[in-house]
Nanobody, 114 residues
Framework: QAQLVESGGGSVQAGGSLSVSCKAS???????????MNWYRQAPGKQREFVAS???????NYADTVKGRFAISRNNSRKMIYLQMSDLKPEDTGVYYC?????WGQGTLVTVSS
């Protein structure tokens, strides 16, 4: 089973930028490279929702709510993915989770104040 460990996040005012990272610490390289990696988020009192995904070949997909503001990337040799968030809005507040298949990280909190 994968161990996905997120880092980053924090608090920022609306319009600011933050980034979060995730490392697949137990993966061998070939395992990590075989998976599409995803970011999800969960706002207080709401269901977890898809944010962005990236394939091994760096093909990306975004939720409409973050398109143009967020950028997902991955470093396959380091077994890491990243989410660069800009022009943040209060509605971006939530716990951000790294995911692939049925594996989830512990989440990292992003708080955007107005």
């Amino acid at each position: 089973q994968a161990q996905l460990v997120e880092s980053g996040g924090g608090s920022v005012q609306a319009g600011g930028s933050l980034s979060v990272s995730c490392k697949a610490s137990r993966d061998i390289l070939s395992t990590f490279n075989s998976y599409v990696m995803n970011w999800y988020r969960q706002a207080p009192g709401k269901q977890r929702e898809f944010v962005a995904s990236i394939t091994y070949r760096h093909i990306t997909n975004y939720a409409d709510t973050v398109k143009g503001r967020f950028a997902i990337s991955r470093n396959n040799s380091r077994k890491m993915i990243y989410l660069q968030m800009s022009d943040l809005k209060p509605e971006d507040t939530g716990v951000y989770y790294c995911n692939r298949n049925n594996d989830w990280g512990q989440g990292t909190l992003v708080t955007v104040s107005s």
